[in-house]
T-cell receptor, first 113, second 113 residues
Framework: DGGITQSPKYLFRKEGQNVTLSCEQNLNHDAMYWYRQDPGQGLRLIYY???????QKGDIAEGYSVSREKKESFPLTVTSAQKNPTAFYLC????????????FGDGTRLSIL | GQQVMQIPQYQHVQEGEDFTTYCNSS?????IQWYKQRPGGHPVFLIQ?????EVKKQKRLTFQFGEAKKNSSLHITATQTTDVGTYFCAGPDSGGSNYKLTFGKGTLLTVNP
């Protein structure tokens, strides 16, 4: 969706290195999300944030960290504690109101060097 | 925890054949959403169903929500090569958070021209 920008599109991580994936949205959405996608595994929730300065762990938060200092930004750090980081990472946002759909960015593909 | 299952995992059809994917939740859902992800792309919201027994159509796509609001289906009539992609269903988290969605693992549709 045009309102969510993820960067970079491709990222390579060396062993023991932390890397940060960027997600910016101009949709004025309160809620933002990070998902991890592996082949045949669907979308698994890493972290989500309903409002600035607040975030909650999803189903697979170990080895990841996030911050939400601004409404439009929700960066994800993949730490060296994440032993299998190779995956496709998707950021999404959602507007207020019940039953609103999620809007996704184009994703970042992370690989191990 | 809440589970959302989709079958089949893969479906290959000849162009012009019909296609159906089924979604089943372990809990009653307040609504169900469907998304489509083209190969190499990101999930895009298709539709949301809210009412028990609801049926909605989008051109050749027909979406149904079960009477018990625990299952749903997506039917495509006379598939075209543009229908290729992975179709996901998603329902709100049964833990009460209106912001969290649980996604099924998706059905990958391939179409032979």
């Amino acid at each position: 969706d045009g309102g969510i920008t993820q960067s970079p599109k491709y990222l390579f991580r060396k062993e023991g290195q932390n890397v940060t994936l960027s997600c910016e949205q101009n949709l004025n959405h309160d809620a933002m999300y990070w998902y991890r996608q592996d082949p045949g595994q669907g979308l698994r929730l890493i972290y989500y944030s309903q409002i600035v300065n607040d975030f909650q762990k999803g189903d697979i938060a170990e080895g990841y960290s996030v911050s939400r200092e601004k409404k439009e930004s929700f960066p994800l750090t993949v730490t060296s504690a994440q032993k299998n980081p190779t995956a496709f990472y998707l950021c999404a946002s959602r507007g207020k109101g019940i039953n609103q759909p999620q809007h996704f960015g184009d994703g970042t593909r992370l690989s191990i060097l | 925890g809440q589970q959302v299952m989709q079958i089949p995992q893969y479906q290959h059809v000849q162009e012009g054949e019909d296609f159906t994917t089924y979604c089943n939740s372990s809990t009653t859902l307040s609504n169900i959403q469907w998304y489509k992800q083209r190969p190499g792309g990101h999930p895009v919201f298709l539709i949301q169903l809210v009412k028990s027994g609801e049926v909605k159509k989008q051109k050749r796509l027909t979406f149904q929500f079960g009477e018990a609001k625990k299952n749903s289906s997506l039917h495509i009539t006379a598939t075209q090569t543009t229908d290729v992609g992975t179709y996901f269903c998603a329902g709100p988290d049964s833990g009460g958070s209106n912001y969290k969605l649980t996604f099924g693992k998706g059905t990958l549709l391939t179409v032979n021209p």
